[in-house]
């Protein structure tokens, strides 16, 4: 029988596994971020109407720009950004391959500061980018002059900043963001993925976009707006770097569908959003309870914990498997991450970790 390893992959693709989460059938699942609130019925019924008045039409391609749908998104984002401001794709993740295929590729290098976001590098990797994997703090900071520093010895091509920053969940300090951007001689890509979850007072890369050019802000609607299963990811950047992004997108890419039910969401935005308060306050709430357990707990900007101080991190997670929670290996040895959900979520997480704790 025919394996990965009968086959002429790519060097740089051996070994490798794919992404993804534990996809496991248990009560409560606190392990991809997801947003535990369901879609709201005036929002399910908006969608199946946008869905509905695109069926007879299937026959036909869909507006192959998505005009309509980035104009919607400019007017989401706000700061004077307009539909050339923005692109939109099936899942940020598609967006960052798109970037990288056209501002990355053979030949061409990508720096990120993990830890972070694992889909960076492989993303980088898939597209022929060779990664270069830059470093933080042992409190996983990142200070102005530790990443100018690499910045500065590496010269990348594109830069990878993520913020609030994936696994820790902490929001990266403006300066460092402008900092990174004024020196970098490539592009800067600042995945904004869990913004709207940011703590009061926490800027957004948005407002640094009109002094530079090769800035790019991701976004997605799996979050915040609790729309994992729609697929519909998006940047903000000049329009040359839309223009830019247009030269490598397949055609067609974003269904009829796929655009019409993120405009009936944006049109409900008021009402989807409307969880994200409550989800902040349970992640406020996961924080202080694991501090008073005498844990490590990285501040939170996103929708997630990461908490620390375990002697047997592997040994935790598979108890709280067993207690019917599934949590975040991330891979860091003594660390875990949490998903902040309801408040019954949450109920369940505490009880099963006092539970697994030793």
Not at 23 to 44: A, F, G, I, M, W
Not at 285 to 313: C, H, P, Y
Request: aromatic share 6%.
């Amino acid at each position: 029988m025919t394996d990965l390893t009968d086959l002429p992959l790519r060097d740089e693709l051996r070994g490798l596994r794919p992404y993804g989460a534990p996809q496991l059938d248990v009560p409560v699942r606190l392990n991809t971020n997801e947003n535990s609130y369901p879609v709201p019925d005036e929002v399910v019924d908006a969608i199946a109407k946008a869905l509905q008045g695109e069926l007879r039409d299937l026959n036909r391609y869909p507006d192959r720009d998505a005009v309509a749908l980035r104009t919607d998104l400019a007017a989401y984002l706000g700061h004077g950004l307009t539909a050339a401001h923005t692109w939109a794709a099936n899942g940020s993740n598609e967006i960052l391959q798109q970037l990288l295929q056209v501002f990355g590729g053979p030949g061409r290098t990508a720096l990120g500061f993990t830890p972070a976001y694992s889909m960076h590098p492989l993303i980088s990797v898939g597209t022929g980018t060779r990664w270069i994997d830059g470093t933080r703090a042992e409190d996983f900071t990142l200070s102005v002059e530790h990443a100018v520093a690499q910045v500065r010895e590496h010269r990348p091509d594109v830069v990878f900043l993520c913020s609030p920053n994936n696994p820790t969940g902490t929001a990266m300090p403006m300066d460092v963001i402008e900092a990174v951007t004024a020196e970098a001689t490539g592009m800067v890509i600042v995945d904004e993925a869990y913004a709207e979850f940011a703590r009061p007072g926490t800027p957004s890369a948005l407002t640094l976009l009109p002094a530079y050019p090769r800035l790019v802000v991701s976004r997605t609607m799996s979050k915040a707006f609790a729309l994992a299963g729609a697929r519909l990811g998006y940047l903000a950047a000049a329009p040359a770097v839309v223009d830019a992004v247009q030269l490598v997108r397949l055609p067609y890419h974003l269904s009829a569908l796929t655009q019409a039910a993120a405009r009936a969401a944006l049109a409900c935005a008021d009402t989807l959003l409307g969880t994200v308060e409550a989800i902040k306050v349970q992640r406020d709430r996961i924080v202080t309870e694991l501090r008073a357990r005498g844990l490590s707990v990285a501040d939170s900007d996103a929708n997630f914990v990461l908490f620390g101080g375990l002697a047997d991190s592997a040994g935790v997670w598979r108890r709280m498997l067993d207690h019917g929670v599934l949590i975040r290996d991330v891979g860091l040895p003594g660390w875990l991450r949490v998903t902040a959900g309801t408040p019954d979520e949450t109920d369940a997480f505490l009880a099963a970790l006092d539970r697994s704790l030793p």
